[in-house]
């Protein structure tokens, strides 16, 4: 097998992983709206979100002992090894949801089953995304790095496109009674066996250049050491997720309920808004990826940080009093297709701040703590604020975290010159 082939499958194996790992995730917060009811007692719509959207921060909380635990484990061990790991732990986490007892039959064991669940997934999530960012980004060549790192995102959202797919198929052939009784379960059930078959696809990948180049003496990485040596990166890296998951997360998963809660449309309209917005956004991965190995990375981070300011009140703004499907839909695409200059080349701008010898956890270990605290807690607290009848308030909060990662882009390096991950 030439080198190039050999480069190509290693990229489409690790993407393809990488799909389930977030078909996993996302499928979590597609069906909150169904389960919420199974194990949370009756009462109000808002305050059974508002505590699976506990749970699913609970995930993120997760995150950062992953990253760290799973950051090093790749350093040390290997980007596949790290890969194969994190899907195993999806697989575990999905079957435990799709066997789940309801609150009806467990009480209060239900909802900490779905806690432990979501704890498994937060370890995996935690450690996909360093070792995905790294191995990508190491896999690719020199010229095309945004174009191929870009997949990262591309497989992310076509994990949640499929997870969508999957409700929107259950909403056609299962009724409302059936979904929240017991369809739910169905796509963590496909979500365990589809992991399960990933994981042994992981095992079979080829190394990177960059990991079998490093001396064993070199794989000494530690969370000691990232910030005794990149104190400076670790912030920067922190502060540009913080911005970036926040409006991903606003504008993605929790926007399908906002479009119910506050636009007022039923479920299944909204996730038809929801699926076709992600298409447009997910093609729109390597365009973006390709403008930034012509152009360069900071021009795009900065084009995401200055219109996501400009454009996040209004809107959501005129979202919340939108009134048909088609106008719904070309104000998501809006933020969506902004936001896709952030990241199709996120990952690539962390990976190549770092050297090889501590790549892994230096993505994944402040990408998760940016995470954790902004992107986990989008739902809770924009749910938070809505219970409390100043929901435009949390449309501000989305526009000041961007902008405090925009001021981050400010004072990052143009990677693109400065990138550490020499090896085509």
């Given at each position: 097998?030439?080198?190039?082939?050999?480069?190509?499958?290693?990229?489409?194996?690790g993407?393809?992983?990488n799909?389930?790992e977030w078909?996993?995730?996302?499928?979590?917060?597609?069906?909150?709206?169904?389960?919420a009811?199974?194990?949370?007692?009756k009462?109000?719509?808002?305050?059974?979100?508002l505590?699976?959207?506990?749970?699913?921060?609970?995930g993120?909380?997760?995150?950062?002992?992953?990253?760290?635990?799973?950051?090093?484990?790749?350093?040390?061990?290997?980007?596949?090894?790290?890969?194969?790991?994190?899907?195993?732990?999806m697989c575990?986490?999905?079957?435990l949801?799709?066997?789940?007892?309801?609150?009806?039959?467990?009480g209060?064991?239900?909802?900490?089953?779905?806690?432990?669940?979501?704890?498994?997934?937060?370890?995996?999530?935690?450690?996909?995304?360093?070792?995905s960012?790294?191995?990508?980004?190491?896999?690719?060549?020199r010229?095309?790095?945004?174009?191929?790192?870009?997949?990262?995102?591309?497989?992310?959202?076509?994990?949640?496109?499929?997870?969508?797919?999957?409700?929107?198929?259950l909403?056609?052939?299962?009724?409302?009674?059936?979904l929240e009784?017991w369809?739910?379960?169905?796509?963590?059930?496909?979500g365990?066996?589809?992991?399960?078959?990933?994981?042994?696809?992981?095992?079979?990948?080829?190394?990177?250049?960059?990991?079998?180049?490093?001396?064993p003496?070199?794989?000494?990485?530690?969370?000691?050491n990232?910030?005794r040596?990149?104190?400076?990166?670790?912030?920067?890296?922190?502060?540009?997720?913080?911005g970036?998951?926040?409006?991903f997360?606003?504008?993605?998963?929790?926007?399908?309920?906002?479009?119910?809660?506050?636009?007022?449309?039923?479920?299944?309209?909204?996730?038809?808004?929801?699926?076709?917005?992600?298409?447009?956004?997910?093609?729109a991965?390597?365009?973006?990826?390709?403008?930034a190995?012509?152009?360069?990375?900071?021009?795009?981070l900065?084009?995401?940080?200055?219109?996501?300011?400009?454009?996040?009140?209004?809107?959501?703004?005129?979202?919340?009093?939108?009134?048909?499907?088609?106008?719904?839909?070309?104000?998501?695409?809006?933020?969506?297709?902004?936001?896709?200059?952030?990241t199709?080349?996120?990952?690539?701008?962390k990976?190549?701040?770092?050297?090889?010898?501590?790549?892994?956890?230096?993505?994944?270990l402040?990408?998760?703590?940016?995470?954790?605290?902004?992107?986990?807690?989008?739902?809770?607290v924009?749910?938070?604020?809505?219970?409390?009848?100043v929901?435009s308030?949390?449309?501000?909060?989305?526009?000041?975290?961007?902008?405090?990662?925009?001021?981050?882009?400010?004072?990052?390096?143009?990677?693109?010159?400065?990138?550490?991950?020499?090896?085509?």
């Amino acid at each position: 097998m030439s080198i190039d082939a050999k480069r190509l499958k290693s990229i489409v194996g690790g993407s393809a992983g990488n799909l389930v790992e977030w078909y996993d995730w996302y499928a979590y917060a597609a069906l909150a709206i169904y389960f919420a009811p199974v194990f949370f007692p009756k009462g109000d719509p808002t305050a059974q979100l508002l505590s699976t959207a506990a749970i699913f921060a609970v995930g993120f909380l997760m995150r950062p002992i992953g990253a760290w635990i799973m950051g090093i484990y790749g350093d040390r061990h290997g980007r596949k090894a790290g890969l194969a790991v994190s899907v195993g732990l999806m697989c575990a986490g999905s079957l435990l949801i799709a066997v789940a007892p309801t609150y009806a039959t467990a009480g209060t064991l239900a909802p900490a089953i779905l806690v432990i669940a979501r704890m498994l997934q937060g370890l995996s999530v935690g450690g996909e995304y360093g070792a995905s960012a790294t191995y990508l980004s190491e896999m690719a060549t020199r010229e095309r790095r945004g174009f191929w790192s870009s997949f990262q995102y591309v497989t992310l959202i076509a994990g949640q496109l499929v997870a969508l797919g999957v409700v929107l198929i259950l909403q056609i052939f299962l009724s409302e009674a059936q979904l929240e009784a017991w369809g739910w379960r169905i796509p963590f059930a496909i979500g365990a066996v589809l992991a399960l078959g990933v994981y042994i696809l992981r095992r079979k990948l080829a190394e990177t250049a960059s990991f079998e180049a490093m001396k064993p003496d070199r794989r000494q990485s530690s969370a000691t050491n990232l910030w005794r040596d990149h104190p400076r990166e670790f912030v920067l890296v922190a502060a540009i997720t913080a911005g970036g998951s926040l409006a991903f997360y606003a504008y993605t998963t929790y926007l399908q309920k906002f479009l119910v809660n506050t636009s007022g449309f039923d479920r299944q309209t909204a996730t038809v808004v929801m699926t076709a917005a992600l298409v447009v956004f997910m093609l729109a991965q390597p365009v973006w990826g390709h403008i930034a190995d012509r152009f360069g990375r900071k021009p795009s981070l900065l084009f995401f940080g200055i219109g996501g300011m400009i454009i996040s009140v209004p809107v959501f703004s005129a979202l919340a009093v939108v009134k048909t499907p088609i106008a719904a839909f070309g104000l998501v695409l809006i933020p969506l297709l902004i936001l896709a200059a952030y990241t199709s080349i996120s990952a690539l701008v962390k990976a190549e701040l770092f050297p090889a010898h501590i790549r892994t956890l230096g993505v994944a270990l402040p990408y998760a703590v940016g995470n954790t605290l902004f992107g986990g807690t989008a739902e809770y607290v924009a749910l938070w604020f809505k219970g409390a009848g100043v929901e435009s308030a949390f449309y501000w909060y989305v526009t000041i975290i961007i902008g405090v990662a925009t001021a981050a882009f400010l004072m990052l390096p143009e990677t693109k010159r400065t990138s550490l991950i020499y090896e085509d």
